[in-house]
């Protein structure tokens, strides 16, 4: 059946010389939702169908496509797989984020969690290691940068770094060059942009950059959760590990905070979501504030 959103999907289809005759197709539709969940954890209920489409619609001009079909074919063969599995990875995936969204979190890692792990001893050398397990463009490892940097400046012998980590190659690259929009960064307090960012020389471009000695503490890498092997031969004081596993299935949601788990110090911390939690999930982890959970020492 037509609706309003299929003629306008239509109308778009046309304007980009695709076939519109071809939509996704169900079976098309189930074959890259399977490939998605197994693959990135991702599920994809049916009512994302439409969304997967549009999304797609702009690969398959890129490449010169006509129909959904041609696409799939191409996405599972030796040479898709080779060249095509990454944008589609970047295609699917959801990167909204902010700079000091849920604050609450940073203000406990400060106020509670640092001076708790200093106070019994767990921070080896006095050293924070962070990690943002889906750090999408940046904003969060950043965010945590800077009030990391912040704390160091009160604490003489206090030192930090920060792990920014996602499967995306299109956020991750942003990330790393750290370029926001003037707008993006209203959130931050004054006297941190005054500090942390630097205003482009040509003020129509509207954009802000990270300072260099923030952005050379902070490595950005790519990592896909679902992995086996995350290659991370160290432990972390604090895991963010926020708004993603909401994506995941339960089953898919307690396999990786297990394999975070192990990430972790004893007295570690992990700060989920504000929609997520470790209910059903059996891990020894407390409950210390809302979605902030501290490993058993
Ligand atoms: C909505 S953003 C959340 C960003 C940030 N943590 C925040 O809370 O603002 C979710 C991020 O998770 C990433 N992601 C999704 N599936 C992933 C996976 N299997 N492994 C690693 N990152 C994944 C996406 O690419 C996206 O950038």
């Given at each position: 059946?037509?609706?309003e959103?299929?003629?306008?999907?239509q109308?778009?289809?046309d304007?980009l010389?695709i076939?519109?005759?071809?939509e996704?197709?169900d079976?098309?539709?189930?074959?890259?939702?399977?490939f998605v969940k197994?693959?990135i954890?991702?599920?994809?209920?049916a009512?994302k169908?439409?969304?997967?489409?549009?999304r797609?619609?702009?690969?398959l001009?890129?490449?010169?496509?006509?129909n959904?079909r041609?696409?799939?074919?191409?996405?599972?063969?030796?040479q898709?797989?080779?060249?095509?599995?990454?944008?589609f990875?970047?295609?699917?995936?959801t990167?909204?984020t902010?700079?000091f969204r849920?604050?609450h979190h940073?203000?406990?890692l400060?106020?509670?969690a640092?001076p708790?792990?200093?106070?019994?001893?767990?921070m080896?050398?006095?050293?924070?290691?962070?990690w943002?397990?889906a750090a999408?463009?940046?904003?969060?490892?950043y965010t945590?940068?800077?009030?990391?940097?912040?704390y160091?400046?009160?604490?003489?012998?206090?030192g930090?770094?920060?792990l920014?980590?996602?499967?995306?190659t299109?956020v991750l690259?942003?990330a790393?060059?750290?370029?926001?929009r003037?707008?993006d960064v209203?959130?931050?307090?004054t006297?941190?942009?005054?500090?942390?960012?630097?205003k482009?020389?040509d003020p129509?471009k509207?954009a802000v950059?990270?300072v260099a000695?923030?952005?050379?503490?902070i490595?950005?890498?790519r990592?896909n959760l679902?992995?086996r092997d995350?290659?991370?031969?160290n432990k972390?004081?604090?895991?963010?590990?926020r708004?993603?596993?909401?994506?995941f299935d339960?089953?898919?949601q307690a396999?990786i905070?297990t394999?975070?788990?192990?990430?972790?110090?004893p007295?570690?911390?992990?700060?989920?979501?504000?929609?997520?939690?470790?209910?059903?999930?059996?891990?020894?982890?407390?409950?210390v504030?809302p979605?902030?959970?501290?490993?058993h020492?």
């Amino acid at each position: 059946m037509k609706n309003e959103h299929s003629d306008t999907l239509q109308r778009d289809a046309d304007g980009l010389g695709i076939d519109a005759i071809h939509e996704l197709s169900d079976h098309e539709f189930s074959r890259l939702s399977e490939f998605v969940k197994e693959q990135i954890g991702i599920s994809l209920p049916a009512v994302k169908k439409t969304m997967l489409q549009a999304r797609l619609q702009k690969r398959l001009r890129v490449l010169g496509m006509k129909n959904f079909r041609e696409y799939v074919v191409y996405l599972f063969s030796t040479q898709g797989i080779e060249n095509e599995i990454g944008e589609f990875i970047n295609v699917v995936t959801t990167n909204k984020t902010d700079f000091f969204r849920e604050p609450h979190h940073f203000d406990y890692l400060i106020k509670e969690a640092i001076p708790a792990m200093e106070r019994e001893g767990l921070m080896r050398q006095h050293q924070l290691r962070a990690w943002s397990a889906a750090a999408s463009y940046g904003h969060e490892a950043y965010t945590i940068g800077m009030v990391l940097s912040e704390y160091a400046e009160t604490q003489a012998r206090f030192g930090w770094s920060v792990l920014g980590t996602d499967i995306s190659t299109r956020v991750l690259e942003h990330a790393v060059r750290g370029v926001y929009r003037e707008e993006d960064v209203n959130v931050i307090p004054t006297r941190l942009k005054k500090k942390y960012l630097l205003k482009s020389k040509d003020p129509a471009k509207n954009a802000v950059k990270i300072v260099a000695s923030l952005r050379e503490r902070i490595e950005f890498r790519r990592m896909n959760l679902m992995d086996r092997d995350y290659g991370i031969d160290n432990k972390f004081e604090a895991i963010f590990c926020r708004n993603v596993i909401i994506y995941f299935d339960k089953p898919t949601q307690a396999e990786i905070l297990t394999h975070l788990y192990h990430y972790l110090i004893p007295g570690g911390y992990l700060f989920l979501g504000h929609s997520e939690s470790l209910n059903g999930i059996p891990l020894k982890l407390e409950s210390v504030a809302p979605t902030i959970y501290r490993k058993h020492g």
